[in-house]
């Protein structure tokens, strides 16, 4: 891998202001009704509470949004506690005094659905009670605002919706990303990808990057076998926590953390672990490990046996996360599995090339395994640099047109 | 092409392999030829020696009275029990009593094939004699063995191939330069096949068959190679080394159990301490055990390769 940093596009291509963000114009126009109106001192409504499904634009766009009025953000998310005593600590001192002290403030509550209940107690009432008293503005972000804990919350707040995306908007959003990291894409790929996203442009970018990234063309074969793929963010996820994995009992369970196809997580790991572990001892040991959870998956599919399951289990995340010391290096792309990816797109191509075989093992005495690796090669030397020949020696054999363009199409 | 071109029609036409040829000769005149197990290295004539028989013993309509199997295709008991059965049970009309089952590669047959073999080679000899044909006659179960005319064919003498490149040129008109013979030899190694199809490719390639032509057609014919991606591990570079796997199993379609025989070989030719290739032998005999149990080809390959990359790194350390 070369050792360029790897930036995730969402925020290498993250907007700056509210006029790049894509879509919900409704939305985006209330947001900026409702900061314009703090001008006039304190509204009747003091706090919004923007909700919508992942991956529209919610956080993006408060950040847009006080990037252009050159306001602060004051943001709190998932990631720190949110009990009574944090939520004082965080937004007490700064809703009170915001606007005295230099830029004007936002306040910023994100992934409220977040905030649960025994971890963060008491931390939805303390929210309620910031804004209660804020002279500053404030904000929440949450996936579905109609849970009933949020009822007193719902309240307080003006409700924004962001809805989800059309395909048209993600596939021009793609489009713009495109041009600027010099790729020439397919528009069909494109819409492919954006339709895949179901209106989640953040997920759909991801892709994007995946699929594209040091290539200089995406054309619609790089990406049609994604169709009915698992939900790859899940997959990420699913990933991430068995390969650093604290405990075995987490890496074991995170199996069961998604709808996730025993056979396609283990691809993931197979295609993504030498990325991820450098060092040669512990490469070697988890591959190791892998390898013995395949020989365990060809008993089951033997035997039927599926008994058998548990320990394909045990080894293919455990035994995976243990082999190695999990020394992140910086934040690793995770890889589609190259595997299926030729498995599915050269399915026709191995039918065909077997046959290919067969016909010149039937004419020169040898298996049809043999004629490709023995003979074939040779062929499509004599075919490419002197078709003459080559198509007469084609004929002889009784291989097709289609046949003799394949191979003198595929590079030695 | 021309190794069928060239393939000799009769026992006469062949050149070397005096012994075989003669004791082959001996079988014609008497009109009976006992079951038979033809071994030896690739393109030493085996196959061309089992269908020349059959020509001096049936005469020109010869394809009437033989079958020609081939193990790796149709490697199934089954294909034993029914088609071998079918062809086997009938006598053939004529002077000569049996037919001929000519089962080339035998030696990919699997131990259940191979005692289903057993019998039918036993229930119908009188109406078919059987030619097997292998690389590695230790692979035959031995009560195949004990009932055939064991016959080893060795690789071609470097003059015996150079004779036939220059009259094979010839016929042809194609002009080759000393050094192209030379080179040709050196690469095929006494593989007649080999040989010729790589003076057919170089012939049709250049105007002149040169030792340089014939090193870049052959160069050109094997880019990915398992020496290659062996190197490439040893020196601690795991994702490339699955990349060329890869290659060599999509592109090529090398089977499993070819590379790790060709991994094999190689591990004795590395330049690397005794020891390790004693380590390494130990790790491919796992995995070659693995893939006969049926797990997945590149996953296991994978493995033995992250085994490579392990050793490179413990031999530089020590090396230190």
Redesign the interface.
């Known amino acids: 891998?070369s050792s360029s940093p790897y930036i995730p596009w969402t925020l290498k291509y993250k907007p700056k202001s509210l006029t790049e963000v894509i879509g919900n114009e409704e939305a985006k126009k209330k947001i900026l009704d409702w900061i314009n109106s703090w001008r006039k001192g304190i509204p009747e409504k003091k706090a919004l509470f923007i909700y919508g499904p992942p991956g529209v634009g919610k956080t993006v766009t408060v950040e847009a949004l006080a990037n252009d009025l050159n306001m602060e953000l004051v943001m709190s998310d998932a990631s720190t506690y949110r009990t009574e005593e944090a939520v004082k600590r965080f937004a007490g001192r700064a809703s009170q005094f915001g606007s005295l002290f230099g830029r004007s403030k936002i306040i910023v509550f994100d992934e409220v659905d977040g905030v649960t209940g025994s971890a963060d107690a008491g931390g939805l009432a303390a929210i309620v009670n910031v804004i209660e008293n804020t002279r500053v503005p404030v904000i929440l972000i949450a996936n579905d605002a109609y849970d009933p804990r949020f009822a007193l919350l719902r309240n307080l707040c003006i409700m924004v919706e962001f809805k989800r995306l059309s395909v048209t908007e993600v596939a021009r959003h793609l489009t713009r990303i495109c041009a600027k990291e010099g790729i020439v894409a397919d528009d069909k790929a494109l819409k492919f990808i954006a339709e895949r996203s179901s209106g989640d442009v953040r997920s759909a970018i991801l892709d994007l990057q995946a699929l594209a990234q040091g290539k200089d063309k995406l054309t619609y074969e790089d990406v049609s076998w994604l169709a009915a793929r698992d939900r790859k963010e899940e997959i990420f996820n699913v990933l991430r926590m068995i390969l650093y994995a604290k405990s075995a009992t987490t890496a074991k369970n995170a199996v069961n953390m998604a709808d996730v196809d025993l056979d396609m997580l283990f691809e993931w790991i197979?295609e993504n672990i030498?990325?991820h572990i450098k060092n040669?001892?512990e490469?070697?040991a988890?591959?190791?490990a892998?390898?013995k959870a395949?020989?365990y998956?060809?008993?089951l599919?033997?035997t039927g046996d599926w008994s058998f399951l548990r320990y394909i289990i045990d080894l293919m995340t455990a035994g995976v996360a243990f082999s190695w010391s999990k020394k992140a290096s910086g934040w690793i792309p995770f890889r589609f599995p190259?595997?299926i990816k030729?498995a599915s797109s050269?399915k026709e191509e191995r039918e065909l090339?077997?046959e290919i075989?067969?016909r010149i093992?039937k004419?020169?005495?040898?298996?049809?395994?043999?004629a490709?690796?023995?003979?074939l090669?040779?062929l499509?030397?004599?075919l490419q640099?002197?078709p003459k020949?080559?198509k007469r020696?084609a004929k002889?054999?009784n291989l097709s047109e289609e046949m003799i363009s394949y191979i003198s199409g595929?590079s030695? | 092409?021309w190794?069928?071109k060239y393939r000799p029609r009769t026992l006469d036409e062949i050149v070397d392999q005096e012994e075989i040829v003669a004791r082959l000769k001996s079988f014609v005149k008497a009109k009976n030829v006992p079951h038979c197990i033809f071994a030896g290295p690739?393109g030493t004539g085996k196959?061309t020696a089992a269908?020349c028989l059959a020509h001096d013993l049936y005469g020109e309509n010869y394809r009437e009275y033989i079958m020609?199997l081939?193990?790796?295709?149709e490697r199934g008991i089954n294909v034993i029990r029914e088609t071998v059965k079918t062809f086997a049970r009938t006598k053939p009309i004529g002077e000569v009593t049996f037919k001929l089952l000519i089962l080339?590669?035998a030696d990919?047959m699997t131990d259940d094939a191979q005692q289903a073999l057993r019998r039918t080679m036993e229930r119908y000899s009188e109406t078919a004699r059987f030619i097997l044909i292998a690389n590695y006659s230790g692979k035959i179960i031995e009560p195949i063995q004990s009932r055939c005319a064991p016959f080893r064919f060795t690789y071609l003498p470097a003059e015996a191939v150079a004779k036939r490149i220059r009259y094979i040129c010839e016929r042809e008109n194609v002009e080759i330069t000393d050094d192209g013979v030379e080179a040709i030899l050196d690469l095929s190694g006494g593989d007649l096949?080999?040989t010729l199809?790589?003076l057919?490719?170089a012939a049709?390639?250049g105007k002149t068959v040169t030792a340089d032509l014939v090193y870049a057609?052959v160069g050109?014919?094997?880019?990915a190679d398992v020496r290659e991606m062996m190197l490439t591990a040893l020196n601690?570079d795991?994702?490339s080394a699955?990349s060329k796997l890869?290659e060599l199993t999509?592109?090529?379609?090398?089977?499993g159990t070819?590379i790790i025989r060709q991994i094999h070989n190689e591990v004795f030719r590395l330049n690397i301490p005794d020891i390790w290739k004693v380590k390494l032998a130990d790790i491919i005999g796992e995995v070659d055990y693995?893939l006969v149990?049926?797990?997945?080809e590149?996953?296991?390959l994978?493995?033995l390769l992250?085994?490579l990359?392990?050793a490179?790194?413990?031999m530089k350390r020590s090396a230190k």
């Open positions: 891998m197979y030498p990325y040669p001892t490469l070697a988890a591959m190791d892998l390898a395949d020989i998956r060809g008993i599919k033997e190259e595997r030729i050269t090339l077997e075989g067969r093992g004419k020169c005495h040898m298996s049809s395994s043999r490709i690796v023995e003979v090669p040779y499509r030397i004599i640099n002197n020949v080559g020696i002889w054999l595929t030695g | 092409m190794t069928e690739p196959t269908l020609e081939n193990a790796s295709d080339d590669e990919n096949r080999k199809n790589i057919q490719t049709s390639v057609v050109k014919a094997n880019p601690g795991f994702i699955r890869r999509r592109k090529y379609g090398l089977a070819d693995r149990r049926g797990a997945t590149e996953v296991q994978s493995a992250a085994k990359v392990e490179g790194y413990e």
